[in-house]
T-cell receptor, first 116, second 114 residues
Framework: AQKITQTQPGMFVQEKEAVTLDCTYD???????LFWYKQPSSGEMIFLIY??????QNATEGRYSLNFQKARKSANLVISASQLGDSAMYFC?????????????FGSGTRLLVRP | DTAVSQTPKYLVTQMGNDKSIKCEQN?????MYWYKQDSKKFLKIMFS???????INETVPNRFSPKSPDKAHLNLHINSLELGDSAVYFC???FGTGGYYEQYFGPGTRLTVT
């Protein structure tokens, strides 16, 4: 069963505006973590932000913030003041704990295009 | 300085060949991973090593064999390449296995099997 869902395959946003990329997850573990990664056209995966399930506050990193709604099992990424360089694929991922390690389960991604 | 590096960046080969992808990290991490990203951009873990020990082995054909000579290196060898192996392969690394630290990814290796 898919555990991370990104329902927006593609999105547009006007430069300097804010945009929200949706991510919902499914887990029965009380302890988990949620990550967002950016993949520009050059192909590398860039870590953006992390939210732990026990974190009391929503994570923020510069222009990135994570709107974490635990009861709804959603972890949406908010990018404020969009820039042209924000055009990329964005992946939500969830940490799945295993016996002696963990792995990341990735969503299908959202392609964001920032319009000038 | 490159944190996680992979060689080669591009690999074009014919079906049936054997090829290797190398990965090195200079971050002092003790856990390394291989991921496969298919043509639809779906990213899935293949293997994970912690201190040279295999700790995650997803349902990957045994034609794929990872090798970790030391904590800083994790190589991926693929035997008898098939068309379906065409993908981008990412190496990643992190501190420990606790999952509280982000994984740092290499630039990826685009493998094309013809």
């Amino acid at each position: 069963a898919q555990k991370i869902t990104q329902t927006q395959p593609g999105m547009f946003v006007q430069e300097k505006e804010a945009v929200t990329l949706d991510c919902t997850y499914d887990t029965s573990d009380p302890s988990y973590g949620l990550f967002w990664y950016k993949q520009p056209s050059s192909g590398e995966m860039i870590f953006l932000i992390y939210q732990g399930s026990y974190d009391q506050q929503n994570a923020t990193e510069g222009r990135y913030s994570l709107n974490f709604q635990k009861a709804r099992k959603s972890a949406n990424l908010v990018i404020s003041a969009s820039q042209l360089g924000d055009s990329a694929m964005y992946f939500c991922a969830m940490r799945e704990d295993m016996d002696s390690s963990y792995k990341l389960i990735f969503g299908s991604g959202t392609r964001l295009l920032v319009r000038p | 300085d490159t944190a996680v590096s992979q060689t080669p960046k591009y690999l074009v080969t014919q079906m049936g060949n054997d090829k290797s992808i190398k990965c090195e990290q200079n971050l002092g991490h003790d856990t390394m991973y291989w991921y496969k990203q298919d043509s639809k951009k779906f990213l899935k873990i293949m293997f994970s090593y912690n201190n040279k020990e295999l700790i995650i082995n997803e349902t990957v054909p045994n034609r794929f064999s990872p090798k970790s000579p030391d904590k800083a290196h994790l190589n991926l060898h693929i035997n008898s390449l098939e068309l379906g192996d065409s993908a981008v392969y990412f190496c990643a690394s992190s501190f420990g296995t606790g999952g509280y630290y982000e994984q740092y990814f290499g630039p990826g290796t685009r493998l094309t099997v013809t």
